[in-house]
């Protein structure tokens, strides 16, 4: 072929597109709704790490104090 695609690759993203058509073709509620679940996650991870953080802050201080 012209351009070196294969009827294999085209089967492959046939499938790999209906597979996912219902992302990409899904009305903008669901896109917007899975942005907002997106951000709140985002921002859940980071109030832990800053968290995580502190907590390793505090048991390095204890640390040097028993030392």
């Given at each position: 072929s012209?351009?070196?695609?294969?009827?294999?690759?085209?089967?492959?993203?046939?499938?790999s597109?209906?597979?996912?058509?219902?992302?990409?073709?899904?009305?903008?509620?669901?896109?917007?709704e899975?942005?907002?679940?997106?951000i709140?996650?985002?921002?859940?991870?980071?109030?832990?790490?800053?968290?995580?953080?502190?907590?390793m802050?505090?048991a390095?201080?204890?640390?040097e104090?028993?030392?």
């Open positions: 012209k351009h070196n695609i294969l009827p294999q690759n085209l089967v492959n993203w046939k499938k597109f209906l597979a996912d058509a219902e992302i990409a073709m899904g009305p903008s509620k669901e896109v917007k899975y942005k907002e679940e997106l709140k996650s985002q921002e859940q991870n980071e109030r832990l790490t800053a968290l995580v953080g502190k907590a802050t505090l390095q201080k204890m640390a104090l028993e030392k």
